[in-house]
T-cell receptor, first 115, second 117 residues
Framework: AQSVAQPEDQVNVAEGNPLTVKCTYSVSGNPYLFWYVQYPNRGLQFLLKYITGDNLVKGSYGFEAEFNKSQTSFHLKKPSALVSDSALYFCAVRDGGTGFQKLVFGTGTRLLVSP | GAGVSQTPSNKVTEKGKYVELRCDPISGHTALYWYRQSLGQGPEFLIYFQGTGAADDSGLPNDRFFAVRPEGSVSTLKIQRTERGDSAVYLC???????????????FGEGSRLTVL
């Protein structure tokens, strides 16, 4: 089965500094990878996805993610963090083969951006 | 409304009782998903529907859990003989298929928080 791992429970960064939230994956076949964000008292929101093409994927709110096949990683990045980026971030992978449309999520990483 | 709507937002029940959780997806979205999120965990897949049929129910933990989507829109997750371990936030999401291709973008509701005492 496909899976993702998020090794950090929490990431702390100062506002204005670059941020990275880590994700590694384990898949058979081509990976379909996603990042979602969960703000307090809000539903999960899609940030970005990698299916094929450029290894650097750009998404919402200035976030981007880098797909690295040799390291089986899909880290989320942002050049300059904002306090409003503080939230829970989930990496996810599509499970199953073609025609399967469900996502398997990681355990989440809490991002805290301090003023 | 414009988004995925889930009711109730909070449900407190006693062990052994029956519970129904409702999800109203975004209009036109053919796929509908139920996930369960326990404290400190990521969303755990339960079941997904394509139209009226359950395309994959492999995540339902046991036969106390059942979900329906009779008209291909609103879905109800039903939990019989609730147990304390069923306490969690139950998330519903919907997604669109464009020209036969899955976009991978799930639109989530705010969830139904179930507490079993």
């Amino acid at each position: 089965a496909q899976s993702v791992a998020q090794p950090e429970d929490q990431v702390n960064v100062a506002e204005g500094n670059p941020l990275t939230v880590k994700c590694t994956y384990s898949v058979s076949g081509n990976p379909y990878l996603f990042w979602y964000v969960q703000y307090p008292n809000r539903g999960l929101q899609f940030l970005l996805k990698y299916i094929t093409g450029d290894n650097l994927v750009k998404g919402s709110y200035g976030f981007e993610a880098e797909f690295n096949k040799s390291q089986t990683s899909f880290h989320l990045k942002k050049p300059s963090a904002l306090v409003s980026d503080s939230a829970l971030y989930f990496c996810a992978v599509r499970d199953g083969g073609t025609g399967f449309q469900k996502l398997v999520f990681g355990t989440g990483t809490r991002l805290l951006v301090s003023p | 409304g414009a988004g995925v709507s889930q009711t109730p937002s909070n449900k407190v029940t006693e062990k052994g009782k029956y519970v129904e959780l409702r999800c109203d997806p975004i209009s036109g979205h053919t796929a509908l998903y139920w996930y369960r999120q326990s404290l400190g965990q990521g969303p755990e897949f339960l079941i997904y529907f394509q139209g009226t049929g359950a395309a994959d129910d492999s995540g339902l933990p046991n036969d106390r859990f059942f979900a329906v989507r009779p008209e291909g829109s609103v879905s109800t997750l039903k939990i019989q003989r609730t147990e304390r371990g069923d306490s969690a936030v139950y998330l519903c999401a919907s997604s669109l298929t464009l020209a036969g291709a899955w976009t991978g973008e799930l639109f989530f509701g705010e969830g139904s928080r179930l507490t079993v005492l």
